[in-house]
């Protein structure tokens, strides 16, 4: 009975022993915002092995000089995630002894620390005791503790992917235990936003934009999403409509389908905006190195849509909403982004050069009689962005000779749009001559000038020369 209890104790041992060396792998969890901010990870003070029993070096054979404790990669010179294909240089981890029982060894004559090294395959020393057996000195038992660290720039010139990634490592003091381990480093799955906001504001001041035969392209500004996994870029509008304030405080809407999501580049495809959410990534966003995703989100509108829709004075407003959503749906990270166009209020009057003088000849009795009338097809040009009327006046109440005044009041002529029946007398007073206009680009008016009867006859009797007035025309917004 006693030889079976001791055999049993034996065994109860050896199970023991194998799990406390499994236990000991060394994990590393990687925070995120290192990753993310490209900046540099330190981790606490970590146990890699246990000394449980000795308290000096292993010396050479012939016992002149201490043997160097070692690292030494049995597994290559990458770390690797076990499912997949993906590695990570062992550079990226640099590693150095903090204590051993609490306490760094004595370095004695010429014993030293050595800096922040990374595993390699050949052996590496993680401690240089003295060369000397009598200078050597020892260390203290207990847990045998590293520091690790990844420099900023390994963060920036490395793709860090979701998942685990292990070195085998063995070294070689047998009463160090673990004698073998792994080393793994944890990077978690993780998609952040580093673009705080995509809020843009488009400010429209100028026809010449409504003249445009192409799409019309609202860039938005750059968006930037840092990644540990493969993800897609989902986006919908927060409502069907798009809300519209008129220069006057009118309230009014647009549909959002007018409005199509692409970008700048083939990173994203492009589509009518909805309120559902809908995939506009191209392909999948993977994991780069530096692990920051970079694309131009661009708003465009056809030319027609945004003459037609978008003319009105007055400020357009909208939300998008961005999800970038792990290709398998697990984690996801939300954004809002808020789009303002403001058009300011925008008018012309043009007067093409062939319409820039109307001339009236008076030679027969029936002119001078019935008067004259004339319609000037397209003189005016306009233009306006609000509700308008447009006026009309001269510059002088009396006709001009020769640049000097006459008696011939302007009120003989009289002014008024085709096919209205307004006809108003010119004069220094602005007069309205169109009423109640809508918002219109580029719109021709057909000008009607006339001389009735009346006014005709009142020039009987007036020396046969050239007499002139100047003409005006304007807009007030209503």
């Given at each position: 009975m006693k030889t079976m209890r001791a055999f049993l104790t034996g065994i109860s041992i050896v199970f023991c022993g194998s799990t406390a060396m499994k236990a000991q792998d060394v994990y590393l969890s990687i925070p995120e915002n290192n990753i993310f901010n490209r900046s540099e990870f330190t981790s606490v003070p970590t146990r890699v092995m246990v000394n449980a029993n000795r308290t000096s070096w292993d010396y050479t054979f012939f016992g002149l000089a201490p043997v160097a404790p070692t690292f030494t990669s049995v597994s290559g010179l990458n770390f690797t995630q076990p499912s997949s294909s993906f590695t990570l240089p062992s550079s990226t981890l640099l590693w150095q002894l903090e204590s051993m029982g609490g306490q760094m060894p004595a370095t004695g004559s010429s014993g030293s620390l050595p800096g922040f090294q990374s595993f390699s395959t050949s052996a590496v020393k993680w401690f240089e005791p003295s060369g000397s057996i009598f200078f050597a000195g020892g260390f203290n038992r207990g847990n045998i503790n590293f520091t690790f660290k990844i420099p900023a720039a390994q963060f920036a010139s490395n793709a860090y992917r979701a998942g685990n990634y292990s070195m085998d490592i063995t070294q070689n003091?047998?009463?160090?235990?673990?004698?073998?381990?792994?080393?793994?480093?944890v990077i978690p799955s993780s998609i952040r936003w580093n673009t705080s906001s995509l809020t843009k504001y488009i400010e429209i001041s100028s026809l010449n934009d409504y003249r445009i035969t192409g799409t019309r392209v609202l860039n938005s500004e750059n968006a930037e999403i840092a990644n540990t996994v493969d993800f897609n870029l989902w986006a919908k509008a927060a409502s069907t409509t798009i809300q519209f304030t008129s220069s006057k405080g009118v309230p009014g809407t647009r549909n959002i389908s007018s409005i199509k999501l692409g970008s700048n580049g083939s990173t994203l495809t492009t589509k009518p905006l909805s309120a559902d959410f809908q995939n506009f990534s191209a392909a999948n966003f993977s994991v780069v190195a530096g692990n920051r995703s970079t694309f131009s989100p661009e708003l465009y509108v056809s030319a027609e849509d945004f003459k037609n829709l978008f003319f009105e004075a007055g400020t357009y407003t909208f939300e998008l909403n961005f999800n970038a959503k792990s290709t398998d749906n697990a984690i996801n990270s939300l954004?809002?982004?808020?789009?303002?166009?403001?058009?300011?209020?925008?008018?012309?009057?043009?007067?093409p050069s062939s319409g820039r003088n109307v001339n009236f000849n008076f030679n027969t009795a029936a002119q001078y009689n019935n008067g004259q009338s004339q319609v000037i097809p397209n003189q005016i040009i306009l233009s306006n962005n609000e509700s308008f009327e447009v006026y009309v006046k001269s510059d002088e109440n009396y006709f001009k000779k020769g640049g000097l005044q006459t008696d011939i009041n302007s009120n003989i002529l009289q002014i008024g749009v085709d096919g209205s029946s307004v006809n108003v007398p010119l004069s220094k007073t602005p007069q309205k001559i169109l009423l109640n206009g809508t918002p219109v680009l580029d719109r021709g008016l057909n000008v009607r000038y006339t001389i009735p009867a009346a006014g005709a006859q009142s020039l009987v009797g007036k020396e046969n020369t050239t007499y002139s007035i100047?003409?005006?025309?304007?807009?007030?917004?209503?």
């Open positions: 003091y047998n009463d160090f235990t673990p004698r073998n381990f792994k080393t793994i480093l954004q809002n982004s808020s789009v303002q166009l403001k058009v300011l209020p925008l008018s012309e009057i043009t007067i100047n003409v005006y025309y304007s807009f007030t917004a209503i």
